[in-house]
């Protein structure tokens, strides 16, 4: 089944300890980007990429660090949380990019 | 600041209806235009998308484009209860993406 996996779905860490969210797709999408989604304020971009070791920032990178060193993984690395990452989290690919994504399912983080 | 501005709702319809959403985008060099849907707890699912001015269909959905306007719209023809889910218009300049805060819409029976 075509799909983005993240991992884990839910996550509750304390502010300043590292944590790493995954994300794979098995469809050889080139693109791949992640989203925070807050109330009120919609999805927005954290980071994307355009292929292998190919990456840029979107609209609130700050925090977050990414890294594509294989085609179908793109991990989310929060080197410091602090709790106003308290969001929920999306993962999503696409073969073009111009044609839309595909989301996988989300992760729920809290930072106490 | 690019933006994509939606009406929050919440939009209801009686089954059977056209549903009608629209958003409004503020950087006039986006490129293409994608409507997802968001259940509740879910992740958004891409509907369909358009970068021409004009219409494209896709079975009971109808995605609108005024360049000149700034504005996107989406039809929902015949809606069902199943459709009741928050509708999220987007847009590209590039490689970057942004969302509006979605149009909530309930099908009544």
């Known amino acids: 089944e075509a799909q983005v996996t993240q991992n884990p779905r839910y996550l509750i860490t304390v502010t300043g300890k590292k944590l790493t969210v995954t994300c794979s797709q098995n469809?050889?999408?080139?693109?791949m980007s992640w989203y925070r989604q807050d109330p009120g304020l919609g999805l927005r971009q954290i980071y994307y990429s355009m292929n292998v070791e190919v990456t840029d920032k979107g609209d609130v990178p700050e925090g977050y660090k990414v890294s594509r060193k294989e085609k179908r993984n793109f991990p989310l690395i929060l080197e410091s949380p602090s709790p106003n990452q308290t969001s929920l989290y999306f993962c999503?690919?696409?073969?073009?990019?111009?044609?839309?994504?595909?989301f996988g399912s989300g992760t729920r983080l809290t930072v106490v | 600041q690019k933006e994509v501005e939606q009406n929050s709702g919440p939009l209801s319809v009686p089954e059977g209806a056209i549903a009608s959403l629209n958003c409004t985008y503020s950087?006039?060099?986006?490129?293409?235009f994608f409507w997802y849907r968001q259940y509740s707890g879910k992740s958004p699912e891409l509907i369909m998308f358009i970068y021409s001015n004009g219409d494209k269909e896709d079975g009971r959905f109808t995605a609108q484009l005024n360049k000149a306007s700034q504005y996107v719209s989406l039809l929902i023809r015949d809606s069902q209860p199943s459709d009741s889910a928050t509708y999220l218009c987007a847009g590209n300049t590039g490689n970057q993406f942004y969302f509006g805060t979605g149009t909530s819409l309930t099908v009544i029976p």
């Open positions: 999503a690919s696409s073969p073009q990019g111009y044609s839309g994504y595909t």
């Open positions: 950087d006039r060099g986006s490129q293409s």
């Open positions: 469809m050889n999408h080139e693109y």
